[in-house]
Structures are given as structure tokens and as C-alpha cells.
């Protein structure tokens, strides 16, 4: 078993324990940052729009900040992990 499928397997049930079931995750804006600051799971709240990158109280709580505002980094690391949900070795 390769290192990134024992951290696949650990990191999906850590997710389970935090209550996270997602199919896809987004970009975010924790703030008013210009570009989003932040990989978060996609909210399923039918008042949030899909489109709308904000983060409420009604997405799940999780937010991984990337410490800096970049719409290419978010978005990539918001592609990989929704790939990555797939099982991509
Ligand atoms: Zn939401």
C-alpha cells in the first residue's frame, strides 16, 4: 500500500469523524479577500448559492486556509481533492 493511499484511507476517515460528506470541493473566501483564501467542501444548503464562494454558517466545518489569496492554488487544490474522491493513485 503507497503512502498516499494509507493517507487517502486515514484522511476519509477523519473526514467521516468530523461529520464531512462531500462529492466536491470549492474554493472559499473566509473574508473579503479579493481572491479566495481558503479549499473548503462544497456547501449542500439550498439557500447557498453554488456559485457564491463565501463561507457561512451553513458550510460544513471544515476550511483548510492556504495562507495566502491565489484563484489558481485554491482552485487547483480545490480539483485535486474532488479528483482525488475518485480514488486517483
Ligand atoms: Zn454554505
Known sequence: MSALTRLRAATRVELAVLGVATSAWRAVHTGIEDQP??????????????????LYDCCP?????????????????????????????
Not at 483564501?37 to 463565501?54: E, L, Q, Y
Not at 486556509?65 to 474532488?82: H, I, Q
Open 37 to 54: 483564501n481558503a479549499v473548503g467542501p462544497v456547501c449542500a444548503d439550498d439557500d447557498h448559492d453554488p456559485d457564491d464562494p463565501s
Open 61 to 89: 466545518n471544515l476550511v483548510i486556509e492556504l495562507g495566502t489569496e491565489s484563484e489558481a492554488l485554491a482552485g487547483y487544490l480545490a480539483a485535486l481533492l474532488t479528483a482525488d474522491l475518485g480514488g486517483a493513485r
